[in-house]
């Protein structure tokens, strides 16, 4: 089945400075990559998304970046605030897939003042 | 107000008893999905629903069930059998395919005592 590995599992920054999160996939079929923020206690909302016909997707401070040969895909975080501060999720899926999104492990992001 | 509804927030059992978590959306979406969520651990699927009276096993189905009678409910029952109960609770719903967004509720934190 799909694994999706996620780095950093933690990530500090100052306020103002930009942040990288990486995940990789196994699955060459997964065409589908959502990211989503989840603040403490609450459940994930997502934040972007990526389709694999698709190489890079902005919103605002927001951008997602997908490497089909690499099997990788990023989001990048710029201008970075104290309410960014959150956990970040990755998933990925694929078509036929049994309608099944596997995740990430994670991120703890801080942005600090 | 459109969105997935999770009851209770916080829900507290004895070891031992069986415990049935709600999922309520009123979005007109097909797909429901069941997803536990650990410390360090990204979500990992329990069940989902792709239509009405149909569901399949997510990768860590032992020790739980469900019921999709109708379209707007998905409730997920704990059973004794399940080994290490505790931990975070959150339901999804989407239009239908696995490349279609998942919108999740707030979770319900089940405390197996």
């Known amino acids: 089945g799909e694994n999706v590995e996620q780095h950093p599992s933690t990530l500090s920054v100052q306020e103002g400075d930009s942040a990288v999160i990486k995940c990789t996939y196994s699955?060459?079929?997964?065409?589908?990559f959502p990211w989503y923020k989840q603040e403490l206690g609450k459940g994930p909302q997502l934040i972007i998304d990526i389709r694999s016909n698709v190489g890079e997707k902005k919103d605002q401070r927001i951008a997602v970046t997908l490497n089909k040969t690499a099997k990788h895909f990023s989001l990048h975080i710029t201008e970075t605030q104290p309410e960014d501060s959150a956990v970040y999720f990755c998933?990925?899926?694929?078509?036929?897939?049994?309608?099944?999104?596997?995740f990430g492990t994670g991120t703890q992001l801080k942005v600090e003042l | 107000d459109g969105g997935i509804t999770q009851s209770p927030k916080y829900l507290f059992r004895k070891e031992g008893q069986n415990v049935t978590l709600s999922c309520e959306q009123n979005?007109?979406?097909?797909?429901m999905y069941w997803y536990r969520q650990d410390p360090g651990q990204g979500l990992r699927l329990i069940y989902y629903s792709q239509i009405v009276n149909d569901f399949q096993k997510g990768d860590i189905a032992e020790g739980y069930s469900v019921s999709r009678e109708k379209k707007e409910s998905f409730p997920l029952t704990v059973t004794s059998a399940q080994k290490n109960p505790t931990a975070f609770y959150l339901c999804a719903s989407s239009i239908g395919g696995a490349t279609d967004t998942q919108y999740f509720g707030p979770g319900t934190r089940l405390t197996v005592l």
């Open positions: 699955d060459s079929a997964s065409n589908y």
């Open positions: 998933a990925a899926s694929f078509t036929g897939g049994g309608n099944k999104l596997t």
């Open positions: 979005l007109n979406h097909d797909a």
